[in-house]
């Protein structure tokens, strides 16, 4: 029972490392990515390759897993925001992007195409993905805290008044995006090296879109709240298992409830604090104070 529960807290947290990662790009700097399971792939399947037939030091693997994944942001990202495309027409390119990674994968000798890559060493821990976890809350909030946060902030809000006041939109954009990329690609090796197995299939759209779900329904303008809800979507389904098919049923029930009575999201453009529980209890107080 322990290790079960120990699994959900790790599957859960390495979900929240690559959520937490595409909050910044997403829900600071305004753009959808549908294609984000691709650089999860990419960190995956680096890390997993260079453990797997070079031997090295799964730590360094995993390092090279984030950068590998944020050239690929680069590669991706030059093209497509230097040419400043619109949030719909991004999406979509990203979306070919996660396809042909895939596509790609599946055709490569040394992943091995079709039939994953398995045996790959079990050196992912739950105290390894929580320290991670922590690090990269860390450095998202730090980024957001920061002058080029404030930057991407501006290029949401309103990208046209923003680059009239001299911020470099393609600039405020790929850093965010290789931000995203890197922090994905290393929740992928860490993923590789806990299930020790992986293959192209594990990473389709529907990778990309749950990851965009939870940070639209954990709130645009937040950290902590697409965390949460990362932890939900996961630990939900999971705990639901025992119910077959209606594990997925509930899955879509709860994000559309959180949709209909949290629009803004969870959090919507608050963090995780003291002052916000307070403000919610002292709202909860006024209206059962207004009540006759």
Known sequence: MYEY???????????????????VFTGFTGLFSLGHAAFIAIGAYTSG???YFYNLNFWLALIAGG?????????IGYPTLKAK???????IATLGFGEAVRVLLENLDITQGARGLPGIALETTLPTVLAITVMTVCAAWNFINSR????????REDFTAAEMMGIDLFAVRMRSLVFSA????????LFA??????????????????????????GMGSISGPALAAIIF??????????SMWRLVAYGFLLVVIMVYRPQGLFGYQELSGTFFRNYWQKIKTGYGTKP
């Open 5 to 23: 529960i120990s699994g959900i807290i790790t599957f859960s947290l390495i979900f929240v490392i690559a959520t937490v990662g595409l909050a």
């Open 49 to 51: 390759i260079l453990t």
């Open 67 to 75: 950068i590998v994944a944020g050239a690929a942001a680069i590669v």
């Open 85 to 91: 495309l619109r949030s719909d027409y991004f999406a």
């Open 148 to 155: 080029y946060g404030r930057a991407a902030v501006a290029v």
């Open 182 to 189: 890197v922090t994905a690609g290393i929740a992928g090796g």
């Open 193 to 218: 090296h806990y299930v020790s197995f992986i293959q192209p299939a594990m990473f389709t759209a529907a990778l990309s879109t749950q990851l965009t779900a939870g940070v639209v329904a954990g």
């Open 234 to 243: 996961v630990a939900v389904p999971e705990l639901l298992r025992v119910a």
